[in-house]
Nanobody
Framework: QVQLVESGGGLVPAGGSLNLSCTTS????????MGWYRQLPGRQRTPLAR???????TFSDSVEGRFTIARDNAKNVIHLNMNRLKPEDTAVYYC??????????WGQGTQVTVSS
C-alpha cells in the first residue's frame, strides 16, 4: 500500500520561505517521477514541480525561479523549497508519484498560508 505524507507547511509572511517534505513508504520511489501539487481554496489541484528518477526537474510558470525540488532516494523523501512566498501561494500542498498523479495516492496534504 502506497502512503504519501506531506509535512512542513505553516504560516509565513509574504517574502518568507518554507521547506516542505513528502515521505513515502513505497519502494517504487527510487525509480519514479515525483511531483508536488497544490490546491487553492475553491480551485482544482494543479501541478507545481516535478522531479524525475534521474533528477530532471520541471516547474510551473507560477513558481519557477522561486521554488526548488529535490529528492533523497536513500530516505524516500522529496522536498519542495519555497522562497519569496506570496499570499497567492496560500494553498494545501500535496505530493504524488508518477508523471501523472494517481488518484489513489493523494495524502492529507500540508497547509501553507502566506500572510500579506
Amino acid at each position: 500500500q502506497v502512503q504519501l505524507v506531506e509535512s512542513g507547511g505553516g504560516l509565513v509572511p509574504a517574502g518568507g520561505s518554507l521547506n516542505l517534505s513528502c515521505t513515502t513508504s513505497t519502494n517504487i520511489f527510487k525509480g519514479s517521477t515525483m511531483g508536488w501539487y497544490r490546491q487553492l481554496p475553491g480551485r482544482q489541484r494543479t501541478p507545481l514541480a516535478r522531479i524525475s528518477a534521474t533528477g530532471s526537474v520541471t516547474f510551473s510558470d507560477s513558481v519557477e525561479g522561486r521554488f526548488t525540488i529535490a529528492r533523497d532516494n536513500a530516505k524516500n523523501v522529496i522536498h519542495l523549497n519555497m522562497n519569496r512566498l506570496k499570499p497567492e501561494d496560500t494553498a494545501v500542498y500535496y505530493c504524488n508519484i508518477g508523471p501523472i498523479p494517481n488518484s489513489l495516492y493523494w495524502g492529507q496534504g500540508t497547509q501553507v498560508t502566506v500572510s500579506s
